[in-house]
């Protein structure tokens, strides 16, 4: 049997015994895929459980989201935050912004997330809150600076998030091409060799790389 067979069967498997998304989430992957033209760049069914449960457990006081996209990962997210918690969510794209503040006005959490529109870059270091847990969700070429500039402002224990990790296959070639996958590897090269973190690497969705702050 094909491994490309094998893989699409288990995606369509793990689907089946996944906990579904709740009305509102279920209504964004919807109007997503319907009317956004890079509605891939979504997170998917079983990634924003993930996401939810990850939060769940941490229970973090304040979570940074970097790329918001239409609000599908925040709200999976701001599922775990402490009852004060806050969540900031950064989206360079003002439409994309616009639409993610409308779910999010519909949520249950509305008064736990923030959100910025701009540059992250020049963001972040406006933010005045250390974080528990961090999802890295943005333009590939950025991530080794977006994990730098988080990195002071991580608690010891604290957990980065990183997607597209394994970018569509491309970080899997003999050779390695195009700027993103070439920039992703080198970010998941950098993550490897810092001593002060440990990591694995998820092969959930487009790869998922879980990176904790050391203690000491």
Do not use: W
């Amino acid at each position: 049997m094909p491994v490309p067979f094998i893989i699409d069967q288990a995606v369509t498997y793990s689907d089946v015994f996944t906990t579904p998304p709740d009305p509102l989430l279920q209504i964004i992957l919807d109007e997503t895929r319907a009317k956004h033209p890079k509605a891939h760049m979504l997170s998917g069914e079983v990634q924003g459980q993930f996401l939810s449960m990850l939060s769940c457990m941490k229970k973090p006081m304040h979570i940074l989201e970097i790329g918001t996209f239409t609000g599908y990962s925040a709200l999976c997210l701001a599922k775990g935050l402490a009852p004060s918690g806050l969540l900031h969510t950064i989206e360079s794209r003002l439409e994309d912004a616009q639409t993610a503040k409308n779910y999010f006005e519909q949520s249950n959490y509305a008064n736990q997330i923030e959100l910025h529109i701009g540059d992250a870059k020049e963001i972040i270091p406006s933010l005045p809150n250390v974080f528990d847990l961090v999802f890295i969700d943005a333009d590939k070429t950025g991530y080794i600076d977006y994990y730098e500039m988080v990195m002071p402002k991580l608690n010891k224990g604290g957990v980065i998030i990183a997607d597209n990790v394994l970018f569509h296959g491309e970080v899997l070639e003999d050779t390695i091409s195009g700027k993103n996958a070439t920039a992703i590897h080198a970010f998941n090269e950098h993550v490897k060799n810092d001593p002060r973190t440990s990591q694995v690497l998820l092969t959930i969705r487009d790869g998922m790389l879980l990176i904790q702050k050391n203690e000491q």
